[in-house]
C-alpha cells in the first residue's frame, strides 16, 4: 500500500517568514494529493490539492508543488500569520482505488509574533 | 446544509468491551471514510464505504469493522476493547466517489480504561 512520510514533524517561524513542509509517498499510480490543516481541538479541513498532471498550484498565500518523478510534494506557506499555527497533514492516494487517504504523521507548525 | 455528524462524542469504556460510533454525512455525500487519530501516529485510515460496499479496509485487525446503510449513514464498531484503542475516531464524507474535499466530522474520542 501507500506510504507517506512527511517532515518536519515540527517548525517554528517567526511571523512574515516562509514556511515549507515536504512528503514524499511509495506508490507511483497516486494521482491526488490533498493539504489538510488541523487546528487544535478542531477537525481537519482542505486547504489546497493538487493532481498528478499538474505541477504546482497557488491560492494566495499557500501553494504546491509536485515532483512526480521523484515522489515527493511540499507545502508552501508564504508570509506566515499566528493563524496558520496548526497541525498540517498531507495525504496521497490513488483515486483509481477508492478514497483511502494515506496520510502522513502531520507537521505542527507555530508561528509567533 | 449541515456538516458530518458523528456519535456519540465522547465515551469512556473497559477493556473487553465493544463500541459503535455512528456518522451520519453530509446530505448527498455517499463516500464515508474513518480514521483513527492518536497522537504518536497521526490520521490512520481505518476503512472506507460507497453505497453500503467497503471499498479499502486500512490495516487494523478484525477487531475494527463497520458498516455503511442505504441511507448512507455509517457505524464503525470495535469489539474486544484494547487500551492502544484510546483514540479520537473520525468520519469524513465526499462528494465524489475517490478524490476531491473530504469533509470530517468532529470525532468520537474513545477512552478505553
Known amino acids: 500500500g501507500e506510504n507517506v512520510e512527511q517532515h518536519p514533524s515540527t517548525l517554528s517561524v517567526q511571523e512574515g517568514d516562509s514556511a515549507v513542509i515536504k512528503c514524499t509517498y511509495s506508490?507511483?499510480?497516486?494521482?491526488?494529493f490533498p493539504w489538510y490543516k488541523q487546528e487544535l481541538g478542531k477537525r481537519p479541513q482542505l486547504i489546497i490539492d493538487i493532481r498528478s498532471n499538474v505541477g504546482e498550484k497557488k491560492d494566495q498565500r499557500i501553494a504546491v508543488t509536485l515532483n512526480k518523478t521523484a515522489k515527493h510534494f511540499s507545502l508552501h506557506i508564504t508570509e506566515t500569520q499566528p493563524e496558520d499555527s496548526a497541525v498540517y497533514f498531507c495525504?496521497?492516494?490513488?483515486?483509481?482505488?477508492?478514497?483511502?487517504?494515506?496520510f502522513g504523521k502531520g507537521t505542527s507548525l507555530l508561528v509567533t509574533p | 446544509k449541515a456538516g458530518v455528524t458523528q456519535t456519540p462524542r465522547y465515551l469512556i469504556k473497559t477493556r473487553g468491551q465493544q463500541v459503535t460510533l455512528s456518522c451520519s454525512p453530509i446530505?448527498?455525500?455517499?463516500?464515508v471514510s474513518w480514521y483513527q487519530q492518536t497522537p504518536g501516529q497521526g490520521l490512520q485510515f481505518l476503512f472506507e464505504?460507497?453505497?453500503?460496499?467497503?471499498?479499502n479496509k486500512g490495516n487494523f485487525p478484525g477487531r475494527f469493522s463497520g458498516r455503511q446503510f442505504s441511507n448512507s449513514r455509517s457505524e464503525m464498531n470495535v469489539s474486544t476493547l484494547e487500551l492502544g484503542d484510546s483514540a479520537l475516531y473520525l468520519c469524513?464524507?465526499?462528494?465524489?466517489?475517490?478524490?476531491?474535499?473530504?469533509?470530517f466530522g468532529e470525532g468520537s474520542r474513545l477512552t478505553v480504561l
Open positions: 446530505s448527498g455525500h455517499r463516500s
Open positions: 464505504y460507497f453505497s453500503e460496499t467497503q471499498r
Open positions: 495525504a496521497a492516494i490513488d483515486s483509481n482505488s477508492g478514497y483511502a487517504l494515506n
Open positions: 469524513a464524507s465526499s462528494l465524489f466517489e475517490n478524490t476531491g474535499e473530504l469533509f
Open positions: 506508490d507511483s499510480a497516486s494521482n491526488y
